[in-house]
């Protein structure tokens, strides 16, 4: 029977075997689908498709739901899974969580008879994945530097949320920072919160740093401003491709530049999966 | 002659004097009307409207630009300064910055002619602004209070640009902050920079607070609310009118509640006075 | 009969007054004498030292105990009450708490058969108060300035207990924090904090501050020094006297220094009294 | 000849390597001896101990000159180099920098004919390496642990340089920081950081951590306490050996402990060279 504390969980990454455990530790009844190849996940009872339909309204996909548009994300299951009209039949009326839902309803028409919503695309789930995302970052700056960030000259170029949270931390653990930003609001924020605040088109005239953190999709550091950095610099790729660096310049130039994507899934699978569990949460409030 | 170099500041109170004072620090010439009761401002020149007229290019008029859609905001005026279609025919083709500009937009069509801009509804102005606005209030708690901040259970209520300022600056000085806030993208913010959160509509359960800053421009703390509240708990109001206190009922129930309106100009006007001059710079860039 | 759970409160100012509601908050009954003055302390009961003697082991004076050696500290007694020998004789056996409580031992040798401890000398009691005396500090700075803390250009001298704390203070405010010291340690500390450091030794090179601390009771800022500061520098004395400045070479060369003592008492009393208890019940547990 | 720009490197690690090229980035003349097996250390000239003497006064041993008491510290050589007589007559007169230079003294009575000076046991030298100690302790637990730090709750025990910075540190990450420790006014410095303070004898009380780092030398963790943790909770041991954790009891119990000694050296050599370089710096301005 169709029971209000059962969620679901089909397919995913380790982000949804986290999510699955701290549903169970506050006392939902969790199936699952897709973890055969995972070490059991306690307090879970893995399920089929169709028994998950029985059983649950809410159900969780994976983000994002498919990579390839056919298959689900799944790299726990022993066997592939098609997305085909069948599955989404019996999903009729349920409520699909998911990220990037959109890749899921372009799978069949008979989704539209489900209530799909994303929570991938909330505001609250980004602000709260940028804490992941900079502390993965600083992880890797310590790991790749025979420095500290402490006393260190940190460059955050874009001041979204990464950036905010970055700079943020970078100050808290003692680094000299400084923000590369466009817009006047933004300069001000960066100004009063005590960073060195830099026009992001007037980059060239302060180029002394240990640390660049880039969080702009949009290429920034070409060749010539690339060729004014130390070889001691170590520059982090925190934005989506193609990111802000020309790669192969920085390499004939032999700057160090790391490119770290998805950081939340990869450094802090357990956090990842508890920020999909709140935003759900707060779309069930809603 | 005209000269792009030449400011003419038309009126204004301590913040405008002080931008003329900044100007002139930065190599300007500026030329002033509507000062002739306050002190000297050095290396300023005083001059009619007329003659400003003729000199300069850029007019800067203050924050608000009339108070009462008649008369110039003229504090340091020995005369009234009536707002005629004379002095708007006089401008025509100027730069006029002002704040609130609407209103002096209202008092003559002639105003058309020229190039009317608002400083006062510029993102950064605002953001730049909340820095003298939570010092005043900061200033406030530090005087009215037995006790320290340091240590103290500080409410913040409200997250955009002062409650920000302001949250971070209590939690520099040591105080365990709670911010109340509605939007959960805003509550993920509060979190993240390890400050308690509150749901605005659940405040009934916490109660027990040694200062609370409202920046909310609503009724949140009705009665019922504040009976909850110590007699020790100082308020201190930085929303604008009506604000977001029960007035009456708090003063009945012993509770101290301070308004603290216009800060910036009050506490601080030479900061004031240079956040006007660095919007009206940006301003001139774009 | 004598009983542990009373206390005697002899003598005092506000931050006494504060110590004895703190005490009957925790449970305490508490007697008092010379506060006849004063509003009632709702709770306490007041009595005759001989009456306190007879109810009370734990005695608790005054910081200082007497100003002049002659009479006890009690702004808030009708009469001047004589520190004699009659006096000590009726506290033998008890356990006196005061501050500076040498002064009081000197004024009969009848308090050798009294445990008299000094709460005023111990390290904690000086860290606490570094938190009132550096808030009372940004008080005056923000009340007598015109611009902001937040962004201004601060020097701290000396890095003691007070030293540190206002530059963290100051720092959490968004000030640009300069620390001068001597000890390459202290030096060391200031420069991990992310604070700019200064050789106390070699400050004239480094004198462009909105507003300087001065902690350190030695004259630092001579003539020559003085004379190098703008006339906007706002400067907060907080050593005690002498203290860091040449106040007539200051006055001529039109450079304010505001003298900023004992603020603990003065600028919260409650916080400064519940420091005083702190510090005794850590005596007590001894 | 004996030129005073000259410096000599005998032996020692990467810490040692980055010494001699940021003494070579400040333009003195770098001998270094022991380091045939490491790349070129780019501006240095490699030298024998008799020429190394012939050329400099300040000569620069490593931290510690020796483990063995036997032979030189210098894993970057190709032969092992004995502690002799004959070593220790050729530096007659000079100036000897080491760590731990009493093993040194300790090899030939002729080490008394130069002047041995110990820059490990400096107090600018043990603040300065808190530093990357602290910032490898925060890289381990980003590394081991599958959540973020951001918003955990983290246990500092110990308040001395380490566990000063570390939960500073741990804060400007946005843990929630809580530090044990014993005298009332490290607890009063922890209390007005705002950092949760916790008596280091009453820790039972007190268990629910997602990290504790350890920084006192003495057994604290011992079974009883840590059957009271949650297997989740990753614990750093920072003191040295015997440290505070009971490992067997720990490994029994399912908790992990992860040892993390000499962290300067290996995280950060370069840092840690550069410490060398500065307390030099700071000894010969004596």
Redesign the interface.
């Known amino acids: 029977m169709v029971e209000m504390n059962n969620f679901g969980i089909i397919g995913g990454d380790?982000r949804q075997i986290?999510l699955a455990k701290s549903l169970v530790a506050d006392g939902y009844n969790v199936y699952t689908f897709g973890f055969d190849q995972a070490e059991e996940i306690k307090g879970t009872i893995p399920a089929s498709c169709e028994e998950i339909a029985l059983l649950c309204h809410n159900l969780i996909f994976p983000l994002p739901v498919t990579f390839d548009g056919v298959y689900l994300n799944a790299p726990y299951a022993k066997e592939k899974m098609l997305l085909t009209d069948h599955l989404a039949g019996q999903m009729k009326g349920k409520r699909i969580f998911g990220g990037m839902i959109s890749r899921l309803k372009a799978t069949s028409p008979l989704w539209e008879q489900a209530e799909c919503l994303d929570y991938s695309t909330?505001?609250?789930f980004?602000?709260?994945n940028?804490?992941?995302t900079a502390?993965?970052a600083?992880?890797i700056a310590?790991?790749e530097?025979?420095?500290?960030?402490?006393?260190s000259r940190c460059l955050v170029v874009g001041y979204g949320r990464i950036g905010k949270?970055l700079s943020?931390?970078l100050?808290?653990?003692?680094?000299?920072v400084t923000v590369a930003a466009r817009?006047?609001?933004d300069?001000?924020?960066i100004?009063?919160?005590?960073y060195q605040c830099l026009d992001i088109h007037k980059m060239e005239g302060n180029t002394d740093f240990n640390f660049i953190f880039n969080t702009v999709p949009a290429l920034i550091f070409y060749r010539k401003l690339l060729s004014k950095l130390s070889t001691d610099c170590l520059c982090i790729e925190l934005a989506s491709t193609p990111g802000g660096f020309d790669f192969d310049a920085a390499e004939k130039l032999g700057i160090s530049v790391i490119k770290a994507a998805s950081l939340p899934g990869k450094?802090?699978?357990?956090?990842a999966g508890?920020i999909i569990k709140n935003?759900i949460y707060?779309m069930l409030e809603e």
């Not at 100050?171 to 000299?176: C, E, F, M, R």
């Not at 100004?191 to 005590?194: D, F, I, K, M, R």
């Not at 450094?267 to 956090?271: E, G, L, S, Y």
């Open positions: 380790k986290y909330r505001e609250e980004a602000v709260q940028a804490v992941p502390e993965g600083l992880e310590m790991r530097s025979l420095g500290t960030l402490n006393g949270v943020d931390m100050a808290g653990l003692g680094a000299k817009k006047p609001s300069l001000s924020w100004s009063l919160h005590g450094v802090a699978p357990k956090a508890e935003t707060n």
